[in-house]
Each structure stands twice: as C-alpha cells, then as structure tokens.
C-alpha cells in the first residue's frame, strides 16, 4: 500500500518506462517470468522528489485518464503524456530513451 501526498505523481511514475526499466533490472525473476515485488527492491529505485506543480500535474491527466476509461476511451494519449512529464521530469535523454525503449519488452510499451 502505497501512502502520501504525492501519490498522482507515484502513479504516474510507476507506469512510466522509466519505472519500468529499473524493474527489469532491479526485481529479480522467478520461475514463470514474474518478478519478485518487496521492499527491499523498491528501495534501490531512486525516486526524484516531486514538486507541488508536477504533481498537480500528474494528478490533472490522472484525472483525464480516469473519465476516460469510465466512458470506455482510449487512454492511449493519456498514457503518453504521463510518460513523457515523467520522462522530462527526470531529465531523460534521446538517447537514453531509446536505450530504454530497446530493452523494453513489448507488453510494457504504451
């Protein structure tokens, strides 16, 4: 369970392809191709602090996403728009993007 004041900015952060790559490579396999989720785990991902506005502003397309699937939408654009205000929030290059994208599997891409 995950608690504070932060947490349309977390959402947002942990479904990025940031979050995303860390987890492949910092949350071991087990058997099956699952992961092992705990929080001993968690806590070798660095979280960037957020600010009042990226949070705001995570929380307004969170807000977008959610009418979205209530009305049976594509979420797709607000998927992206998270990622990239994640991406940008943690100063995320070209080329590290397409590093990052590369070692994605394909049903963790948006």
């Known amino acids: 369970m995950i608690t504070g004041e932060f ?6 952060f942990f479904n990025s392809y940031l979050f995303k790559f860390c987890f492949i490579d910092n ?25 009042d506005e990226i949070n705001r502003e995570c929380k307004k397309i969170l807000d977008h996403l959610i009418d979205k699937l209530n009305r049976n939408e594509s979420i797709r654009e607000s998927e992206q ?20 994208e590369k070692n994605l599997p394909d049903y963790f891409k948006i």
């Open 7 to 12: 947490i349309p900015y977390l959402v947002s």
């Open 27 to 51: 949350f071991p396999e087990l058997q099956g191709g699952t992961r092992e989720v705990r929080k001993v785990f968690f806590d070798k991902i660095p979280v960037k602090k957020p600010t």
């Open 81 to 100: 728009q998270l990622n990239i205000l994640i991406l940008d929030y943690y100063e995320v290059s070209d080329s590290d993007l397409k590093l990052i």
